[in-house]
């Protein structure tokens, strides 16, 4: 990894940030104190917090319009591992990365593995990807993968899948994340309940091939590429597969995936409570599955779904255990500094939703007494808990201010001579 933003560069930098941290740190701790709340339990929650950050995400990202290389951008997976060491060392709540094939795929991924141990990264969940087709691939995916009403296709598509999971294996992750784009444009075009059904027969056979330790994710989205029906089109299509297909499957929820004013932390309630949540992609949306930055357009929102989560961690709901995943596509900005600034978002959500005092939160529920429950949640998530996330990356050896750090360090002038800049536009999420 680039020797930048090695221990002395980064206490360097915190030094400017040292004495006002402090001095808000223990504002915040004299007010949480008030409120019978611990700073320090706070603090050590914050740093045990971690979010995957995506594979795909440190490349510049697109739209079907165009796509605007930017500096020094990563070309492979073991550039993308380099950058997203960099995240993890300036914010420290990163230590895993979800890897997506074949757009990562390389003959050794021992040495991915290696490498990212290296840098002290795991690996998150698998994405398989048979919404594009490869190069030499012999069956095409454009009427559907998993549901295709070709069994060839189909099987293709699931042969794919379990290679997938062979990836994982080697790679040390735990499960499979199945997101697909199959579905119809037009009314008439695709028979709903067969297609559902042919999913149900593909997934079997992914079921049948996971480990013991392992899950799979069914991701569902409410459209595009297909723009009359998707076949795992909402939570209530995923959570049925995840119950019809056994104790292994579980609904993951990308909040980009569901049409605007949708309420997305009472879907996490459900999969709580039915105990089929796998987790989430997180990002941000004002229209349709934008991947915006998290935290960035709808922050109560986001604060909302931790809201939830942390009720069930504190109910002890059994087998409780989402992964925390981002999933983003930086079309404009450096997605280094996106990406921290959105891990350091979702941290902040759990953070914040760790101040909700739970059993007035109950007593008010109990007395139907909304205003003093809304106030409550709001007191919350108003509440600036900057100075305990930035103590927690301070113990953890991280950066204080982690885009000022980043931007110092002048990342992406220093690796141009290494990685030669990717020329023309294109279009597409990569
Ligand atoms: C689909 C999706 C899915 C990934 C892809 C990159 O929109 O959210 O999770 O496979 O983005
Ligand atoms: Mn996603």
Known sequence: MTRIFDTDFVATQNDSHRAALDEEYDALGRKLERQGTDIARITAAA????????????????????????????????????????????????????????????????????TAAAYDLSFASINSNTFQDQPAQALSYKFGSLTHSNPATREQAVAHNIDCIEYGKILGAKSLTVWIADGSNFPGQQHFSNALERYLESMRTIYAALPDDWRIHIEHKMFEPAFYSTVIQDWGTSVLCAMELGDKAFSLVDLGHHAPNVNIEMIVARLIQFRKLAGF?????????????????????????????????????????????????????????????????????????????????????????????????KAAFETDVSPILGRARANAGGAIDPIACYRAGAYRDALASKRPALSGTSSGIV
């Open 47 to 114: 740093e045990a917090f971690t979010v995957a950050i995506p594979s795909w995400g440190v490349g510049v990202g697109g739209t079907r319009f165009a796509r605007f290389a930017g500096p020094s951008e990563p070309r492979n997976i073991m550039e993308k591992l380099e950058d997203c060491a960099v995240i993890n060392r300036l914010v420290t709540c990163t230590p895993s990365v979800s890897p997506h094939f074949p757009w990562d795929r390389v003959d050794d991924l021992t040495e991915v593995r290696d």
């Open 281 to 377: 992609h997180f990002n941000d949306s004002k229209y349709g599955d934008d991947d915006l930055d998290s935290g960035s357009i709808h922050p109560y929102q986001q604060f909302l779904v931790f809201n939830e989560l942390v009720d069930a961690a504190y109910r002890g709901v059994e087998g409780f255990d989402p992964e925390y995943m981002l999933d983003q596509s930086h079309n404009i900005t450096d997605p280094i500094e996106s990406l921290m600034s959105s891990a350091m978002s979702v941290q902040r959500s759990y953070v914040q939703a760790l101040l909700v005092d739970r059993p007035a939160l109950d007593g008010y529920q109990q007395e139907n007494d909304a205003i003093m429950a809304s106030n409550l949640l």
